[in-house]
């Protein structure tokens, strides 16, 4: 079984009872654990028109939890880069590679990050995406190279700066973009697990290197939910359940505490869908856990597991990336 990193997805969600305010401060909380805790990098994700997530100027949200950490990668799991001019954000991402230098990722998707019709409001044309977003990366690399010094339209800053480039996906269409361009590929497996493994398979064979990257490099995306015992675990994950029946049922509202039975909340139907989508959610103890990711990892033999984790108490959710930390530590004791 091959080594791999661990790093962070942070939605900032937002609470029930608790301000926005509070919301950020509990991200920049998780990422000054999860550096002492050297975990790789921090992603933050574009999403727009949600009362229970709080990262919608990604961008802004970047610069301050880079700014209050030291060490780890900060950047973008990911920019909705169609929902954008790419001149900005080469700007928006060169003025974050100067000021933190060498800790800037910058994750790039397709989606919208929303519903229909704020989409038309950040001015997308769903017409046109699929050609406009390879456009668009090559417009990014363009923007960032030396070379162009001499164009009419240049980044400043961001030319000639190595921001590394990522491509996300939640289905088998960026795989191909992915290895085509030779970008690491990353997989929203927390919420989209049913073309993963194809994914990755397309994605390890079709891939062309590139100057950024000589061999693939497969970054998945899944749910971790850690405590001291299963029982606790299991308790502070219908958090997350309850966060996808909202989706289910078209509800943003903030995220709610747990409960102690979800029979009483979900239908079996909807329980059925929610447990589908989260397909790749690990639950339990730190053995537990340990066991989970050895399985996965065995399957899937990424280079790189980001782990989501959506959790009522601060504090628990601190706790459960520690007990993540350990569990993945203990798989490669030498």
Known sequence: MKNFEISVLDLAPVKQDKTIHDTFQDSLSLANHTENLNYKRFWLAEHHNMESIASSATSVLIGFIANGTKKIR???????????????????????????????????????????????????????????????????????????????????????????????????????????????YAFAGHFAPEQMEMAFNIYREHFEPSKQLAQPYILACVNGIAAETSEEAHKISTTLFQAFINIVRNDRKPFAPPVDDMDEIWSPMEKAMVLQKLRYTFIGNQTEIEEKLKNFQEKFNVDELIINSHIYDHQKRLESYEIIRKAKDSLFKA
Not at 83 to 109: K, M, Y
């Open 74 to 184: 900060v950047g973008s799991g990911g920019i909705m880069l169609p929902n954008h001019s790419s001149l900005v954000i080469a700007e928006q991402f060169g003025t974050l590679e100067s000021l933190f230098p060498g800790r800037i990722d910058l994750g790039l998707g397709r989606a919208p990050g929303t519903d229909g019709l704020t989409a038309q409001a950040l001015g997308r044309n769903p017409a046109i995406i699929n050609q406009q977003f390879p456009r668009q990366i090559l417009e990014l690399q363009k923007y960032f190279s030396k070379e162009n010094s001499d164009a009419l339209v240049r980044a400043i800053p961001g030319e000639g700066l190595d921001i590394p480039l990522y491509i996300l996906g939640s289905s088998t269409d960026s795989a191909f973009l992915a290895a085509e361009l030779g970008l690491p």
